[in-house]
């Protein structure tokens, strides 16, 4: 934050001594990243009753082997139950929660009171967080959920900091916050336009992201009332609506208007986050790439593992802002954590948002002797490329790829195929699990 003056936020945290650092995962890969690369707590969806149906989600037994996974490392599997449900929806819920129960999840995201209700007198091993979609915004809010038997409250995205630590000094319950990735349009997601346009319930899972559309703008050029005959209608140019005569705001040149948010981003206030109390620190993005994931959640556990160690001689690396920089993202912002969002919070031309770099590779083994590691083909790359490699235990650093083999040792002249091993001379020691990246 250089040697700007910061708000103080005086709030408290009661269950949890460090901040949990919680990552998407929209697959059973996506979740071991996720894992390896420094998340505390992973949220995935099932096949029923989450808000991104067009994720891959996970059956009963990915479940169990997520959970699994996650617990040789101390993590722990939270699965987003958080549609807002129609009668229809209700039936077979609770074989629902007694399933996920029984693989061993730690705790469901929630929005719905019925699927509330539903967890708490059936599975009550089962911990049910409130989800964002509850929209709430303040401590009595707050109080309530926690008198209704729930631990874990996740705030709208629209609280600001100040009133997260307001409810933390009011309320003794934990409370997670969305700290980056895509910011929804409309109030905490409650949002209708995918209805209308495509006929897919966005809260049912079934987002279109119209939000993200690119639009044409116009105006009405007819005085109010003009009443347009049929045969006009029938002659009418194509900008010619019924019963209005449309003129366009632009030129065949310009950008079509689209209205996304700009990205949340919080990398920079990670001791703002962590003074106000909030106990989870959530990003977003189970539609994300392995690459994403990794990315992100490996500068965020850098930065709070940082100013846990030294919260006083805490120093923001530039190279975490820059490794977030090398995964794909919008324009980024602060959300409504300090302020109220306005007009330049959004994007209003055709999105800048391609990762920079492709994942390439995979390291599965390394042999130090030899300096060679066993890697794992994730996409084309070939001899005199310069690539990087960087992993979770600090691994980073970048180099030119020389001689390729195959495992029986006969030579390449590129590794071209979907996950094919191969091996290559590595300047420098890798690990398994480390990530080897090539820029577009």
């Known amino acids: 934050m250089g040697t700007m003056t910061r708000p103080q936020f005086k709030g408290k945290r009661y269950r949890l001594d460090k901040p949990e650092l919680l990552a998407p ?76 129960y029984e693989v061993g999840i730690a705790a469901i995201i929630v929005a719905d009171p019925v699927i509330v209700d539903t967890a708490l007198r059936l599975v009550p091993g089962l911990e ?102 049929e045969e006009e209608q029938a002659d009418a140019p194509q900008a010619l609506q019924p019963g209005i005569t449309q003129l366009p705001l632009h030129q065949p040149e310009d950008n079509p208007f689209t209205m996304g948010s700009k990205d949340l981003c919080m990398l920079e206030s990670i001791p703002d986050l962590i003074e106000a109390g909030i106990d989870s620190f959530k990003i977003e993005g189970r539609m994300k790439s392995i690459h994403y994931v990794a990315t992100v959640v490996n500068a965020y556990r ?69 300096g060679m590691a066993l890697v794992q083909q994730r996409n084309h790359f070939k001899p005199g490329q310069e690539v990087e490699f960087f992993g979770p235990d600090n691994t980073f650093f970048k180099q030119t790829v020389g001689g390729l083999w195959d495992e029986d040792g006969n030579p390449l002249d590129a590794a071209r195929h979907p996950l094919q091993r191969v091996r290559m001379k590595v300047d420098h020691p890798v690990a398994y699990f480390d990530m080897m990246r090539k820029r577009k």
């Open 25 to 100: 995962a929209g697959n059973l890969e996506k979740l071991k990243f996720a894992v390896h690369y420094g998340a505390d707590a992973v949220y995935i969806g099932g096949q029923k009753y989450g808000l991104r149906s067009g994720a891959d989600n996970f059956t009963f037994e990915e479940m169990r082997e997520g959970v699994e996974f996650a617990k040789k490392y101390g993590a722990k599997v939270f699965v987003a139950t958080n549609i807002y449900a129609h009668n229809e929806d209700i039936a077979g819920i609770e074989e629902y929660l007694r399933n996920l």
């Open 128 to 229: 049910v967080h409130l989800s964002t979609q509850q929209s709430t915004l303040n401590w009595q809010a707050v109080s309530y959920w926690k008198q209704e038997g729930l631990p874990r409250v996740v705030l709208g995205r629209e609280t600001s900091l100040e009133e997260i630590a307001e409810i933390k000094q009011h309320v003794d319950i934990e409370i997670e916050s969305f700290i980056h990735g895509a910011m929804c349009s409309s109030y905490s997601g409650r949002c209708v336009l995918s209805n209308h346009f495509t006929d897919r319930d966005s809260n049912r899972g079934g987002c279109c992201q119209s939000c993200r559309w690119k639009y044409d703008l116009f105006e009405d050029a007819r005085p109010e009332g003009t009443w347009v005959s």
């Open 302 to 370: 850098k930065a709070i593992d940082a100013y846990m160690a030294d919260p006083e001689g805490y120093v923001l690396k530039p190279e975490w802002l820059e490794e977030l920089q090398k995964a794909a993202n919008r324009p980024l912002n602060t959300g409504f954590f300090y302020d109220t969002p306005d007009h330049e919070d959004h994007i209003y031309e055709p999105e800048e948002k391609a990762a920079p770099y492709d994942f390439a590779g995979l390291v599965l083994e390394y042999d130090a002797e030899s």
